[in-house]
C-alpha cells in the first residue's frame, strides 16, 4: 500500500475548488452509511438531504469528479465511494503523529474513525518524561525528544497538535522541520507556516461561541415576535372597544333614546 509522503492528492491538480474538497468527506460520510445499508444507488435529491447541502450544489460538485450519475437511476454508492475516497487520497495509508497526549490528545487516539477513512496513527508524543512508554489506545508514547526520528521512520506527512496553545508553535515548527507538511491543530492558537503547509484548525471554544451568537439572536427574535404579538393584541383590543362605542351611538354621534315598547 502506498504511504502518505509519496503520494499526494490530486484535486488541486485538477482544479477542484477548495469549497467542493470540503463538502467531498459530507457526500462520503453519507454514501458509506448507505453502502453499510447495501442501497445500491441514490438519487441526488436522497444524497443532497443527507450530506446536508441542496441537489444543485451536489451536482456541480461531482462534474468535478467527472461522475454525473444516470438519469432516473441515480448514483452508483459504490462507485462514488470509491471515486471520492480516491480523490481525497483515503485509498493510501497516511501515517499520522498526535502530539499532546492530555486529556484531548488521548481522546483522540482512543478515536476508531481514523483507521477506517485511511489514516494510521504512528505515534503519540509527549512532553512529560512521565507519560513516556505509557500505553494509549494500545500504542506507547513516546517523548518529544524523539519526533523528528519518528517522523523520518514512519514517512510521516500530517501531524496533529493538541498540546497547550504556548507549546503549540515550538511544535509546529519542529513538524515542519521533519518534513510534515499537513497540520491538523486542536491547539488555541494560530500558527504560522512556510508556504506548502498546509493547516486546518479545529477550535471547539470558537464553534461554540458562534452556536451562542445564533442563540442570541434567535431569543431576540422571539422576544421581539413577542412585543409584535402583544402589541397586535392591543391595537385589536382597542379598535374593538372603539367599534363597540361606535355601534352604541346614535347617527348624530348621541346615546339614542330608548323606545317604549
Known sequence: MATGRTHRPATRSRGIPEATVARLPLYLRALTALSERSVPTVSSEELAAA???NSAKLRKDFSYLGSYGT????????YLVYQISRELGLTQDWPVVIVGIGNLGAALANYGGFASRGFRVAALIDA?????GKPVAGIP???T??????IRDNGVSIGVIATPAGAAQQVCDRLVAAGVTSILNFAP????????V?????????ELQILAFHEQRKAGEEAAADVTQAA???????AAKREDSATDQGPDGDVPAVMPA
Open 51 to 53: 450530506a446536508g447541502v
Open 71 to 78: 438519469r432516473g437511476v441515480g448514483y452508483d454508492v459504490e
Open 128 to 132: 512529560d518524561p512521565a507519560m513516556a
Open 141 to 143: 508514547v513516546q517523548h
Open 145 to 150: 525528544d524523539e519526533l523528528e526520528a519518528i
Open 189 to 196: 492558537t494560530v500558527l504560522t507556516v512556510p508556504d506548502g
Open 198 to 206: 498546509d493547516v486546518r484548525k479545529v477550535d471547539l471554544s470558537i
Open 232 to 238: 397586535g393584541t392591543t391595537n385589536s383590543a382597542v
